[in-house]
């Protein structure tokens, strides 16, 4: 089982949330995103967080090395390469059995980063921002209370550069398209396999989310198994 956040939120919305909290959750993205070793702590002005965030990241990478290595696809890093450490890093079954259009999505990469979910939380839970550690854990509470076990994001896999001008929107920001949050593979599909029929060549992919706790866990179903020749290692 993937290891905990062990610093405490505050259950009062509106009281101020310990940088603990973000410095966790960001040193453990990182270090269940880039095998072998452990990454170096940024250098960054606040003691506590760069303390937080260097357990963090080690938390991740004993994650990693038991539990399975993430990409972390949106942030722009390389696919991991464990050099031995650890299971490879390679796509596995998607299991998505019985769909209209499973055909099409039959490989899932674990991958692992906040800046997707923020997208999926904005029109899932209205009012809930995301943002200091706290996404992954805002969202799988609103599936929680909605009873929600899976949900369907279409989106692009090749950036086409940063927005000269911020939307508001991460993956938009990013230079990524995306479609709408559906709760079913069949009703999101028709989205990115849509995007993927044209004449230039494009690359897209369901991001399927599935609730872990406060982590930022997703996968990658891309369409028909293609992803951007530049991404792979």
């Not at 706290?134 to 940063?162: E, H, I, M, N």
């Not at 593979?185 to 396999?193: G, K, S």
């Not at 989310?209 to 530049?230: M, Q």
């Amino acid at each position: 089982m993937p290891q905990h956040n062990p610093h405490p939120v505050p259950d009062d919305p509106g009281v101020f949330v310990p940088t603990q909290v973000q410095g966790w959750q960001d040193g453990y993205d990182a270090g269940i995103s880039s095998p072998p070793n452990v990454p170096v702590t940024p250098l960054v002005r606040d003691p506590d967080y760069a303390d937080a965030w260097t357990e963090g990241a080690t938390s991740g990478n004993a994650d990693g090395r038991t539990e399975g290595w993430r990409w972390a696809y949106f942030d722009g890093a390389a696919q991991p390469d464990p050099q031995g450490v650890g299971r490879p890093y390679e796509p596995r079954d998607s299991g998505e059995y019985g769909q209209e259009h499973g055909s099409a999505f039959t490989q899932s990469w674990a991958c692992v980063g906040e800046l997707p979910l923020v997208v999926i939380l904005a029109p899932f839970a209205p009012g809930e921002r995301g943002g200091e550690g706290l996404t992954g854990r805002q969202l799988a509470r609103a599936c929680a209370d909605k009873g929600v076990s899976r949900l369907y994001l279409p989106v692009s896999l090749f950036s086409s550069g940063a927005a000269q001008e911020g939307t508001g929107d991460p993956l938009t920001d990013a230079g990524y398209w995306h479609g709408t949050v559906h709760e079913s593979l069949d009703e999101a599909a028709p989205e990115a396999i849509d995007y993927v029929t044209v004449r230039q060549v494009r690359f897209a992919a369901l991001l399927r989310y599935a609730p872990a706790a406060e982590h930022d866990f997703f996968d990658l179903l891309p369409v028909n198994e293609l992803l951007p020749p530049i991404r792979l290692g």
